[in-house]
């Protein structure tokens, strides 16, 4: 027999940044989104009202990309009064001394093949930063605490957030090991729906058609 689903979980990741767009490290750096980012951001949100989903809350980060991303989701989606929840523990990983810099500058200054170990393995951290392991320690305690338990009530949970948070959660939700998340992308202004069993493990993982 099929296990039923209980819950469904709703991953975006925010639409481009204005420092997505210049080649910037971010991290927790608080710029907006691009026009092409808000565009990406209501494509999003048609494509789930094409497929009827409705959330019965919301989560984000503390940062203004994932929170405009978040809201214009909602309005494409016809959706007022929704109950949203933000927080730090949801944010982009912290890059530390390279945010704000061009990432083909911070090639120049500590070398093409020490950049990409900052960026992509999976427990070495940039200068005062954060490595991916290092993110996962505060999203999944998060995720374990606020939003796993609401899954498991039968509840519907858009979650807009960035792609090393989301890419921690991932890792959780799939059953990823270190070297198969750190070649994980997730792109931004795609939702991936997972749907939950009662005991939080996925039954089924699909993408919206956008």
Aim: aromatic letters at 6%; hydrophobic letters at 40%.
């Amino acid at each position: 027999m099929a296990k039923k689903s209980v819950g469904s979980l709703i991953l975006v990741r925010h639409g481009q940044s204005e420092w997505n767009k210049k080649n910037l490290f971010t991290g927790w750096k608080d710029p907006d989104l691009t026009e092409k980012g808000i565009k990406e951001a209501q494509i999003a949100g048609q494509a789930l009202k094409k497929m009827n989903i409705i959330p019965d809350i919301c989560f984000t980060s503390a940062l203004i990309r994932a929170q405009r991303t978040l809201d214009i989701m909602l309005n494409e989606m016809g959706i007022k009064n929704m109950t949203i929840i933000r927080n730090q523990a949801l944010n982009e990983r912290n890059y530390g001394d390279l945010a704000g810099l061009n990432k083909d500058d911070a090639r120049k200054k500590w070398g093409n093949e020490q950049v990409h170990i900052w960026r992509r393995s999976f427990n070495v951290p940039p200068p005062n930063g954060e490595s991916l392991k290092d993110t996962a320690k505060r999203v999944l305690p998060y995720y374990e605490k606020e939003i796993l338990p609401r899954l498991l009530k039968g509840k519907t949970i858009l979650v807009a957030a960035h792609g090393n948070s989301l890419r921690a959660l991932v890792m959780k939700l799939e059953g990823l090991d270190e070297k198969e998340i750190v070649k994980k992308e997730i792109a931004t202004g795609d939702p991936i729906i997972y749907e939950m069993d009662k005991n939080g493990e996925i039954l089924s993982m699909t993408k919206a058609p956008i």
